[in-house]
């Protein structure tokens, strides 16, 4: 299984095509919030997101749990769990949930941990100046910037 791992697009629509057409082979594009972006430009692509800070009157949830490939995922944007000051809820709602892998954004800051043999992942942020994304395939992180 080879996910997409975006977040914090912030409007960059043409930043997220580029992305994805350098990606054909991926199976499953999770996004962990903050498109700012209307859901109809972004639908075509089959994206997986939640709702950040910044996505306003889109009706979607702030967290999704997802079974994929086998693997129990959490998606979350991070706000909602303070993530700038600390990954104590986020590693609790973790836990709790019986998950595996952790997707996570908002700090625009690249981030992978595993503890307690959960996977934590954040990809940065797809629209401010760094442009980081990460691909996740066979239980490995690769970061990459666009």
């Not at 991926?26 to 910044?54: C, Q, R, S, W």
Request: proline share 3%; no cysteine; net charge negative.
């Amino acid at each position: 299984m080879k996910l997409l791992i975006t977040s914090d697009v912030h409007g960059d629509l043409q930043g997220l095509k580029d992305v994805i057409s350098r990606h054909k082979e991926i199976d499953i594009h999770l996004n962990a919030g903050d498109m700012a972006l209307d859901p109809k430009h972004y639908e075509p692509f089959h994206i997986i997101t939640v709702k950040g800070n910044n996505d306003f009157g889109v009706d979607l949830p702030y967290v999704r749990i997802l079974e994929i490939g086998g693997m129990k995922i959490m998606l979350t944007h991070g706000h909602l769990e303070h993530v700038k000051f600390s990954l104590d809820k986020l590693r609790l709602r973790a836990k709790l949930e019986g998950v595996q892998l952790v997707i996570f954004g908002h700090t625009h800051e690249r981030y992978l941990m595993v503890e307690e043999g959960i996977m934590f992942v954040n990809p940065g942020a797809l629209g401010d100046y760094h442009k980081s994304y990460a691909i996740y395939h066979n239980h490995q992180v690769t970061f990459h910037t666009r």
